[in-house]
């Protein structure tokens, strides 16, 4: 089925909190005046596997479609791919900063972090190339007393660590930089598996966070939970989700 049909449908009943298979085929008969009964049932197996629609009664639907994740970078971002980018043509690395979290967590928070995370094999040389061309406040790997006393007290820490290998990346592209970040999948596994780092998210918040990440954006859980097996944080995760989140795990969708 051609993309622009399906936005076009999307576009059409996004707004209905319902609409029924008459409207439904009415709507591709505008696009396939000759379109079979058999044909038509087609289109509709496809729309629920692609996720764009999903049965609420019989012979009733919504839209079920939810946007792609695509979080403001900020201009400190920028500068440290445009720096990285320079240095390290090659190398895999990923930014995220935890600004981003605002948009789920009840409680807006004032703590800035960016987190920087690079192969293993480079994290020592991007701390100190970074460190001697940035005017910010780099820390490499640091332990829970650095996290304590004295990251907590930089206006915007950025923090230099190991990148997990095959951990879910995405790339931003624009005239500025083309930036690796984050997926919101890498980051909902790292609020758990990296505690200390991110205590500021921890308890009643995580949960505010899950909640709205899955209600607002599609979520691959098989990159999630894959992501979280090399973390070692896979079974707690999906009991998380299953004690806190169980009205969304009909949702769940293992792509």
């Known amino acids: 089925m051609p993309k622009i049909i399906e936005n076009k449908l999307i576009e059409n009943f996004k707004d209905k909190s319902s609409f029924d298979r008459d409207e439904l085929y009415d709507f591709y008969l505008n696009f396939e005046p000759d379109l079979k009964e058999s044909t038509f049932s087609w289109r509709i197996y496809d729309l629920k596997k692609k996720d764009i ?13 939810k946007p792609k994740y695509k979080p403001l970078l900020s201009d400190s971002v920028f ?12 190398i895999k690395y990923a930014i995220w900063e935890t600004q981003w979290l605002n948009e789920f967590s009840q409680h807006q928070t004032s703590n800035q972090m960016i987190v920087v995370e690079v192969e293993k094999e480079f994290v020592d040389s991007l701390y100190y190339y970074l460190n001697d061309n940035l005017r910010m406040d780099f820390f490499l790997n640091p332990d829970e007393k650095e996290i304590q006393f004295y990251i907590s007290e930089s206006n915007v820490p950025v923090i230099i660590k190991r990148l ?7 790339k931003i592209k624009n005239k500025k930089a083309v930036v690796p970040i984050a997926t919101l999948e890498k980051i909902m596994v790292d609020l758990f598996a990296d505690e ?5 998210y921890q308890g009643s918040e995580m949960t505010n966070i899950y909640e709205k990440i899955i209600d607002t954006y599609n979520i691959n859980f098989t990159k999630l939970f894959s992501y979280a097996k090399r973390r070692k944080k896979e079974q707690e995760i999906k009991q998380f989700i299953s004690r806190h989140v169980p009205n969304f795990l009909e949702d769940i969708q293992y792509d």
């Open 164 to 170: 997990v290998t095959r951990a879910p990346i995405q």
């Open 53 to 65: 629609i999903k049965t609420i009664g019989r012979g009733l639907y919504v839209i079920s479609y």
């Open 79 to 90: 500068k440290i791919a445009r720096k990285t980018n320079e240095r390290f043509e090659d």
């Open 196 to 200: 200390n780092l991110l205590h500021f």
